[in-house]
């Protein structure tokens, strides 16, 4: 068999295996469709072969189209298409043999084969909405025909990854194979199906679709279940209006449509920003100054120091991806609370369907409570998560550097606290580095793993790696105030807290960012985590700081007792047992009385200015953080805002948002407001240069490395 090709084919006693070989995940890039067609074509006629099996080198089946042809000149579907017309149109049977991935034109493939087989460990998908295009090699016609309207757009409008057992039931999968023996077992499907007369095509049937037919209003109701995550975003809705016609239209014309649908998407702003955002995410792994091949030190078991909110959260992100993890707590009591916060937890994804009983007690049994140090010694990795306080940290570390085992890695979990000054009161600062968690801990993607001063590269490679065990997205970040994320979200929200002393309401606020794409608004955000933290840190920042900006009415808030939803009021008022705000006249009244008496004029906002005033604060200091070298590339900010903050994913992320704006715009409106504002609008020299070489933000590289 030929090596270096990236479709290879071999005759294994009449059966044609054609392995596709294009590393790292067998995407179809040129060439690849070509060959496959080239060996279906001379499979069919050669006398020799009977029947084919399709399946991928390596990790995986085929994870789609090369995401890197689209928006180029080279229009990728083309040949795609192609590729699937053949297929189906083949006289001898072929068997998708699937494992790994098998993803939007990979599963394609699978649909246009005339069988399929997979190993349980294989999951399968049609993730192009989160791309934002469609799937445009047949995925649309074929799926419902498969599996029926409805659940083809759940997995269309979704894009998740099913696992091949739930394929296999769903009707996507028809057989299981061994894991292990993917290849013996579609030889010999293939040799079962060898003499089948009439090869089986999706594209003939019609059965699943009588779903649609009696009842119309299935895609109605689809558009209306999705409305609420997909505002301003086009890719669900089209994928739906595909559906819709493979349903009304005989097969080629629903093929013609689907295109349609599909030009209409690869090259809109939704469409650029998300693949952006896919890629800016593989990057953010990528860590240039700690080489590819530093050995990883071995994680099996975890401990969390701390079972509060945040360490309760951390310790079910380790259960859910299968980690035994110890929960350490000093006293039996603030365990016990931690504990059955977890349950609750658990409990109400129980009651609304997204967790199974037996999946709730299989993480419970991961979660092992304990109350002495001495438990925890023998444990692979802790993470501190206990009060913000300086001397309480200290106090942790010194007593984690006298347990924990020679090797054992000693992350901490705060969102600001300088990670020099907790690992220098250990023996061993190299073991020690920040790994921040953002709230919930146990639902946001973002990991920032912190680099000490002394932290050893095998300490931060095997945290960047630990947090995607965990299901997160690491980035990496430079120690110092606020380290990344949460220095440059802290101008954000300094301007809303200053824009409704302006005259801004909450209300207005959180309407303009909600429209903008944010799942809530940040006064929202803000009552749903509790007014005092920020109160108490305001205050200790004040004391600290002589020339610290009070943020008068914020603290104006808190000292009514309004701390939010927890005491029924805060920027909103809630009604008893109801999560939704209700925007609150007193309080505007009280507002407006604030103002008069500090002296702060009035005004009203345009929805323009606000958003503005909130981003461009931050694009501003994203701008400093890159001079001063604290993370490696502008992208990471990016991924940082997606993953902690949940910036709307189609907008790409902060700075890529703002070079939809375009840097020299950028750059004059913080250079007004600096005008206008004062000092803190200040704008960042390493703005200016982009201003004035016109570099795109999203490209900009920092001034010194990390
Ligand atoms: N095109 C181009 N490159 C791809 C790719 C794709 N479809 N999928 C993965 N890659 C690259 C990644 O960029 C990365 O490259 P790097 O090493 O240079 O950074 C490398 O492959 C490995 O990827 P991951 O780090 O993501 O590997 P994982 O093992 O963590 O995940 C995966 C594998 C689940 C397959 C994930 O890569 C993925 O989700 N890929 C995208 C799948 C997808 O969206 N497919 C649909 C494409 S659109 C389509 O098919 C259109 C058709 O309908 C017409």
């Given at each position: 068999m030929p090596e270096g090709t990236l479709v290879r084919f071999e005759n294994v006693d009449g059966i044609g295996v054609i392995t596709i070989d294009n590393p790292p995940v067998n995407a179809l890039s040129p060439g690849v469709p070509e060959g496959i067609v080239e060996n279906v074509e001379r499979s069919n006629a050669d006398p020799a072969v009977r029947a084919m099996v399709l399946i991928g080198a390596g990790r995986s089946f085929i994870a789609g189209a090369d995401i890197r042809t689209f928006g180029t000149r080279r229009a990728p579907p083309v040949e795609g298409r192609r590729t699937h017309q053949i297929l189906d149109a083949s006289q001898k049977p072929v068997v998708a043999a699937i494992h790994g991935y098998a993803l939007g034109g990979g599963l394609e493939i699978a649909l246009a084969s005339h069988y399929r087989i997979a190993v349980p460990s294989a999951k399968v998908g049609l993730p192009e909405v989160l791309i934002g295009i469609l799937p445009g090699s047949g995925g649309t016609q074929r799926l419902p025909r498969l599996i029926g309207p409805k659940a083809a757009m759940e997995m269309i409008t979704s894009g998740r990854h099913v696992p091949a057992e739930e394929a296999h039931r769903l009707g996507i999968i028809d057989e299981l194979a061994p894991e292990g023996g993917l290849r013996e077992a579609a030889i010999a499907m293939a040799r079962r199906v060898a003499d089948t007369r009439l090869v089986p095509r999706i594209r003939d049937r019609d059965d699943k679709l009588a779903e649609a037919k009696a009842d119309p209003g299935i895609f109605e109701a689809m558009r209306k279940s999705i409305a609420r995550r997909a505002r301003n975003q086009k890719a669900p809705y089209n994928c739906i209006a595909a559906v819709e016609a493979a349903c009304n239209l005989p097969f080629e014309d629903g093929i013609r449509r689907e295109r349609e649908l599909f030009d209409e998407l690869e090259n809109s702003a939704e469409a650029r920003a998300l693949r952006y955002a896919f890629f800016a995410e593989r990057e953010v792994a990528k860590l240039p100054d700690i080489p590819r091949d530093t050995p990883l030190r071995p994680i099996k078991t975890a401990a969390i120091v701390g079972a509060g909110t945040m360490g309760g959260g951390i310790a079910m992100s380790f259960a859910e991806f299968d980690f035994p993890v110890k929960l350490l707590e000093a006293s039996q009591e603030a365990l016990d609370r931690g504990l059955s916060r977890i349950r609750a937890n658990y409990e109400?994804?129980?009651?609304?369907?997204?967790?199974?009983?037996?999946?709730?007690?299989?993480?419970?049994?991961?979660?092992?409570?304990?109350?002495?140090?001495?438990?925890?010694?023998?444990?692979?990795?802790?993470?501190?998560?206990?009060?913000?306080?300086?001397?309480?940290?200290?106090?942790?570390?010194?007593?984690?550097?006298?347990?924990?085992?020679?090797?054992?890695?000693?992350?901490?979990?705060?969102?600001?606290?300088?990670?020099?000054?907790?690992?220098?009161?250990?023996?061993?600062?190299?073991?020690?580095?920040?790994?921040?968690?953002?709230?919930?801990?146990?639902?946001?993607?973002?990991?920032?793993?912190?680099?000490?001063?002394?932290?050893?590269?095998?300490?931060?490679?095997?945290?960047?790696?630990?947090?995607?065990?965990?299901?997160?997205?690491?980035?990496?970040?430079?120690?110092?105030?606020?380290?990344?994320?949460?220095?440059?979200?802290?101008?954000?929200?300094?301007?809303?807290?200053?824009?409704?002393?302006?005259?801004?309401?909450?209300?207005?606020?959180?309407?303009?960012?909600?429209?903008?794409?944010?799942?809530?608004?940040?006064?929202?955000?803000?009552?749903?985590?509790?007014?005092?933290?920020?109160?108490?840190?305001?205050?200790?920042?004040?004391?600290?700081?002589?020339?610290?900006?009070?943020?008068?009415?914020?603290?104006?808030?808190?000292?009514?007792?309004?701390?939010?939803?927890?005491?029924?009021?805060?920027?909103?008022?809630?009604?008893?047992?109801?999560?939704?705000?209700?925007?609150?006249?007193?309080?505007?009244?009280?507002?407006?009385?604030?103002?008069?008496?500090?002296?702060?004029?009035?005004?009203?906002?345009?929805?323009?200015?606000?958003?503005?005033?909130?981003?461009?604060?931050?694009?501003?200091?994203?701008?400093?953080?890159?001079?001063?070298?604290?993370?490696?590339?502008?992208?990471?900010?990016?991924?940082?805002?997606?993953?902690?903050?949940?910036?709307?994913?189609?907008?790409?992320?902060?700075?890529?948002?703002?070079?939809?704006?375009?840097?020299?715009?950028?750059?004059?409106?913080?250079?007004?407001?600096?005008?206008?504002?004062?000092?803190?609008?200040?704008?960042?020299?390493?703005?200016?240069?982009?201003?004035?070489?016109?570099?795109?933000?999203?490209?900009?590289?920092?001034?010194?490395?990390?």
């Open positions: 109400t994804s129980v009651k609304r369907g997204s967790l199974t009983e037996a999946e709730m007690n299989r993480r419970l049994a991961l979660i092992e409570p304990v109350t002495r140090y001495d438990d925890i010694g023998q444990c692979d990795v802790v993470i501190e998560a206990v009060f913000e306080r300086i001397p309480v940290k200290e106090e942790v570390f010194k007593k984690l550097d006298q347990v924990m085992k020679p090797g054992a890695l000693l992350y901490t979990n705060t969102s600001g606290i300088d990670i020099d000054i907790i690992a220098n009161v250990t023996k061993r600062p190299q073991d020690v580095a920040g790994t921040h968690f953002f709230a919930p801990a146990n639902v946001m993607k973002l990991f920032e793993v912190v680099k000490g001063a002394k932290s050893a590269p095998d300490t931060l490679a095997t945290a960047m790696d630990l947090g995607r065990k965990i299901g997160k997205i690491s980035g990496m970040a430079g120690n110092g105030d606020g380290f990344v994320a949460n220095r440059s979200r802290t101008p954000f929200g300094t301007e809303m807290n200053i824009m409704v002393e302006e005259g801004a309401l909450p209300e207005q606020v959180d309407k303009v960012m909600v429209d903008f794409g944010y799942p809530i608004g940040p006064f929202s955000t803000a009552d749903l985590s509790g007014l005092d933290i920020g109160y108490d840190s305001r205050q200790r920042r004040a004391q600290q700081d002589p020339n610290y900006r009070k943020m008068q009415i914020a603290d104006m808030i808190v000292e009514m007792g309004r701390l939010g939803q927890k005491t029924g009021a805060g920027w909103f008022r809630y009604e008893k047992g109801d999560r939704t705000p209700h925007p609150d006249p007193e309080l505007a009244q009280k507002i407006r009385e604030k103002a008069a008496e500090l002296g702060i004029a009035q005004r009203t906002f345009n929805d323009e200015e606000i958003l503005r005033r909130l981003l461009f604060a931050s694009v501003n200091e994203a701008c400093k953080i890159l001079e001063e070298g604290k993370v490696y590339r502008a992208s990471d900010i990016d991924v940082m805002w997606l993953g902690g903050f949940n910036f709307p994913r189609y907008r790409g992320g902060l700075m890529y948002w703002a070079d939809t704006i375009g840097v020299a715009e950028v750059y004059r409106q913080i250079q007004a407001w600096h005008q206008q504002y004062g000092a803190r609008w200040a704008p960042s020299p390493f703005l200016r240069r982009l201003a004035e070489t016109g570099t795109p933000l999203r490209e900009a590289k920092p001034s010194r490395p990390m």
